[in-house]
């Protein structure tokens, strides 16, 4: 149980699938495209709107059904061809990794964060930020105070 590795091999549907459904549909689903879903293969289901995705799986006892939905984001819109289809394309283990991670295997690396070349210089400096309303404020409640007291 649980035994998804390098060693498997992923399908992934064409098309959006109807997340309502469980794994007697989904069998469905890979005999309807012409594939047999007790061969051992994986199959690979994304719902329409790209934030659930269910892995069917054949093992000794049983169908395994995976389930993964994301809580931010969404899965790449480029899972999906152009021309949708019913069918499945075979992707490599570390894609599916990638997918399952919410981060798409052909996305472009950002530059990382450069720091300012005003480094060791004062915030308030930087951003010409003046204290002097703030002392005027503070010395006003101050008098207020003392004048409380008396």
């Given at each position: ?34 594939g047999?879903p ?18 069917l ?17 969404r ?19 570390d ?10 295997p052909?996305?472009r ?42």
């Amino acid at each position: 149980m649980f035994n998804l590795n390098e060693n498997n091999q992923f399908f992934i549907s064409n098309a959006p699938t109807d997340m309502r459904v469980g794994v007697n549909a989904m069998c469905g689903k890979v005999r309807q495209a012409g594939g047999d879903p007790t061969d051992g293969k994986v199959y690979v289901f994304v719902g329409k709107t790209r934030k659930v995705m269910k892995l069917l799986h054949w093992e000794r006892g049983g169908y395994v059904m995976y389930y993964k939905r994301l809580e931010t984001g969404r899965l790449s819109p480029r899972l999906f061809p152009s021309d949708l289809h019913i069918g499945f394309r075979e992707i490599r283990w570390d894609e599916l990794v990638l997918f399952i991670e919410g981060i798409s295997p052909n996305a472009r690396r950002r530059k990382c964060f450069q720091a300012s070349e005003n480094k060791g210089e004062n915030y308030a400096e930087n951003k010409k930020i003046t204290m002097e309303p703030y002392k005027q404020m503070a010395i006003k409640s101050m008098i207020i105070l003392r004048d409380r007291r008396m």
